[in-house]
């Protein structure tokens, strides 16, 4: 009988151009603190403090794509955060910089966009969203810029559009070079300012990371916000006072209207006319000049505290969200992983010995006698998976993974030594008909090049 396995190899990224990013040393993806990554369903973004590199491993023929942002050497500005945006038909690579920058490009290294979000350094990118159906009441989707006293929250119909338009008006089949040179500055000047929400943190602690959970239920719809704070305090809750926000803005608006603004799916035309009134626009120019005068940062949006959970000395590093932001794991200095329910406010599972530990939520099929017993082709739907929490212990050199919120470890993976754990960002837009897609891992091997995906069938 052979040996089982428990992942699939994909295809290797291994090239010449990741010499550029410190390829050829043993554990050269872990061990580089400046090195960041980013996975889609067939590429992959590896960056490092000035370059972008755009790999696939599904087409051979295609050459390695390679970013360079025009960073600024006065105030020493490297690139500390990589991502993709996909959505039904556009994808494009997102960056963030260490002066607060946000930067759009093309599959093809054109600049879309380039936006001051505020002056910090950008720690992560979010990208996350839900669906309306029998178990969420409310649908929301985002991209969240995170920073160590900032969170900036764009909506994700707000981008989806402005991406439409710039590839409807920049077709690259239709333009010429002399486009293609034109200055940057005098395109980025044409750019309407994306609107978005701000939110400081700062007054909570040193934020190591966050994320937005999901939107309250009635009477109270607000987003809820999680935070990890690198100093007393581990955990907080925020909730962002939604009728505060509105009324701030224009005292004289009524807030159910308000409320269903924000609520209801409308067009763009609607979303661009009310942000005007409940987000500021800020028109900061990204070229610093002496002739023009510097833009002030977007004011902040009121926030309050919810709740906190205290446990010093531990403080928490790196936190994953479930799909529905029900759940959240969360690694701690000391090589502990809660499960925190993000709706009951309570830490409902622990692990302990996992330093090092990065953990990633996955689903796995469990209901394979239904697939079984068929003698038609069946296509497995959503029901058919279990939520599982996939655990990295790079110390142990194993992958566990879990089954949630109470269940047993289904599975113990072997890796080797500087492996990482990788997921695709959520892809707005993504329709809740069949065939339904499910929350996959991938394991990059760094010393390799190998891309692998975790089986999800038990």
């Not at 505020?118 to 996350?128: E, T």
């Not at 010995?353 to 003698?375: I, Q």
């Not at 993976?413 to 707005?428: D, N, V």
Request: proline residues 6%; aromatic residues 8%; hydrophobic residues 40%.
């Amino acid at each position: 009988m052979g040996r089982r396995s428990y992942k699939k190899e994909l295809g290797c990224i291994a090239c010449k151009e990741l010499g550029e990013l410190g390829a050829g040393k043993p554990g050269w993806v872990v061990d580089n603190p400046n090195l960041l990554s980013a996975i889609d369903t067939h590429s992959i973004l590896l960056a490092n403090r000035s370059t972008i590199l755009l790999l696939s491993w599904s087409d051979s023929n295609q050459s390695p794509l390679r970013i360079r942002p025009e960073l600024s050497p006065i105030d020493a500005e490297f690139i500390s955060a990589v991502e993709w945006l996909v959505f039904d038909d556009i994808r494009v690579i997102v960056a963030g910089t260490s002066s607060g920058y946000l930067l759009i490009y093309s599959l093809r290294a054109e600049l879309i966009h380039r936006q001051m979000i505020y002056p910090g350094r950008v720690l992560k990118l979010r990208v996350r969203g839900t669906k309306k159906d029998l178990i969420q009441d409310s649908s929301s989707e985002e991209f969240c810029l995170i920073m160590p006293g900032v969170i900036a929250r764009f909506d994700g119909s707000v981008v989806q559009n402005m991406l439409q338009k710039w590839f409807e008006e920049a077709n690259p089949q239709f333009r010429n070079q002399k486009q293609k040179n034109q200055d940057s500055e005098d395109f980025e000047n044409s750019q309407v300012k994306l609107p978005f929400q701000l939110w400081n943190i700062g007054k909570y602690g040193t934020c190591a990371d966050a994320a937005v959970t999901g939107i309250m239920p009635p009477p109270l719809m607000e987003h809820q916000l999680l935070l990890l704070l690198g100093s007393q305090v581990n955990v907080i809750i925020v909730q962002w006072l939604l009728e505060t926000m509105l009324l701030s803005e224009d005292k004289g608006r009524s807030l159910v209207g308000a409320i269903l603004s924000k609520v209801v799916p409308a067009t763009f035309s609607t979303i661009a006319s009310f942000s005007k009134l409940i987000w500021r626009s800020e028109n900061t120019s990204p070229q610093k000049s002496p002739k023009k005068s510097e833009a002030k940062p977007q004011p902040f949006a009121r926030a309050s505290p919810l709740t906190c959970i205290k446990d010093h000395p531990r403080k928490g590093e790196k936190l994953t969200l479930s799909p529905s932001g029900t759940l959240a794991a969360i690694t701690d200095s000391l090589g502990r992983i809660l499960l925190l329910d993000t709706q009951a406010l309570v830490v409902v599972r622990l692990w302990k010995g996992y330093r090092d530990a990065s953990c990633l939520f996955m689903e796995m099929l469990v209901n394979k006698d239904t697939a079984s017993s068929s003698s038609t082709y069946y296509e497995p739907m959503k029901s058919d998976y279990c939520l599982c929490l996939a655990i990295h212990a790079p110390r142990k050199g194993i992958i566990e993974i879990w089954q949630m919120r109470t269940g047993p470890r289904l599975r113990t993976i072997t890796c080797a030594k500087g492996s990482k754990m990788l997921q695709p960002s959520y892809r707005f837009g993504a329709s809740m008909s069949s065939p339904y897609v499910p929350l996959e891992v991938f394991l990059l091997n760094g010393d390799s090049g190998q891309i692998s995906v975790l089986n999800r069938n038990l």
